[in-house]
């Protein structure tokens, strides 16, 4: 009877090493998507809306390549601007 008391740790004891590498791997994983990523630079970044690929550029770029006319420009610089705080343009009212 005494050797079925103590039969040793088992298999179980398997799980605690995929256990251990599953926090390692999310760890990495979370810093990788946030901390690290932000050194190269990220779309939500602040610095990214005013650079040469920011949206309102591309826009001025399809409008010097004519891909859209002007009143599609304004329309959508206007939205572009409220998204990213341009100042607004002048009014003539």
């Known amino acids: 009877m005494n050797t079925l008391a103590y039969a040793g740790p088992g298999p179980w004891i398997l799980f605690f090493p995929l256990i251990w590498a599953a926090v390692v791997i999310g760890t990495l994983t979370v810093l990788r998507r946030t901390v690290w990523r932000g050194r190269r630079g990220g779309p939500w970044q602040a610095r990214a809306a005013h650079g040469e690929h920011s949206p309102i550029a591309m826009l ?18 206007s939205v572009l601007d409220e998204q990213f705080g341009r100042r607004p343009r002048d009014t003539d009212a």
């Open 60 to 77: 001025g770029r399809r409008f010097a390549s004519g891909e859209i006319d002007e009143d599609e420009y304004w329309r959508r610089l």
